[in-house]
């Protein structure tokens, strides 16, 4: 049975952090968090009308790609302790073979990878014990699953973010805190230029039941939003 935007709701109260937060998979997931109860913290470049009037806390001028914002950023969480952390913000581009733009690959890298890596670790000191990270990726990451070619700064980024995520699961183990990386599916945004064959409501909520189900005994697991395991 398809999950629906209110598939995922249930009882229970958390400090959730959602980075590009103004639009699209980020605002509809500040939305659901906010809507069941959650304490969102929603961190973006610039905000949004509509972030602003979910009535979360906003925080603008975080640029994942940028250490100076991402550390200022951290320094406003002082006393609060995340128990959940959506590592959301990206780009994308489109390269073909003879025409690829590196430096479009290059902020790809910087945005996706990078990004995520720099914010996580920035924000370790503010983990609640048992806290979760998610891994907003893209199955286009998947080297088992490649099978169109192009698209060389995505793919190559998100496949650097998945490496990532199986670190991180290793290295915050200890502290409690499991990691799971999820591809969202293939969601109308702006990023898609609206293309797509799933809401972001829809996909926001398949996300959070992804998140909610994760655990330190499945931490490091590549997955669809609907459960579906990815290669890698």
């Not at 990023?191 to 994760?214: F, K």
């Not at 330190?216 to 609907?226: D, Q």
Request: proline share 4%; net charge neutral; with cysteine.
């Amino acid at each position: 049975m398809p999950l629906t935007a209110s598939a995922c709701y249930e009882p229970r109260m958390a400090n959730v952090l959602v980075t590009g937060s103004n639009r699209g998979i980020g605002l509809e997931l500040c939305r659901l968090f906010a809507k069941r109860g959650d304490t969102v913290i929603a961190a973006c470049r610039t905000g949004s009308p509509a972030l602003q009037d979910l009535g979360v806390r906003v925080i603008q001028n975080v640029d994942v790609t940028n250490g100076a914002t991402v550390q200022e950023f951290a320094q406003k969480l002082e006393g609060i302790k995340l128990d959940v952390v959506v590592n959301n913000a990206g780009i994308l581009a489109h390269e073909s073979l003879g025409s690829v733009d590196y430096d479009a690959v290059l902020r790809q890298f910087e945005a996706n990878a990078m990004g995520p890596l720099r914010l996580t670790e920035a924000i370790v000191p503010y983990l609640a014990k048992g806290a979760k990270i998610a891994l907003i990726t893209s199955r286009m990451g998947s080297i088992a699953d490649n099978g169109s070619g192009g698209m060389y700064g995505y793919r190559m980024s998100k496949a650097a973010l998945n490496a990532a995520g199986a670190s991180l699961a290793i290295d915050l183990a200890p502290r409690g805190v499991s990691v799971i990386i999820l591809h969202p599916g293939f969601v109308r945004t702006s990023m898609t230029g609206n293309n797509g064959n799933v809401d972001p409501a829809e996909a926001a909520a398949q996300l959070i039941a992804r998140i909610d189900d994760s655990s330190l005994a499945t931490t490091g697991r590549f997955l669809h939003a609907n459960g579906e395991p990815l290669p890698w």
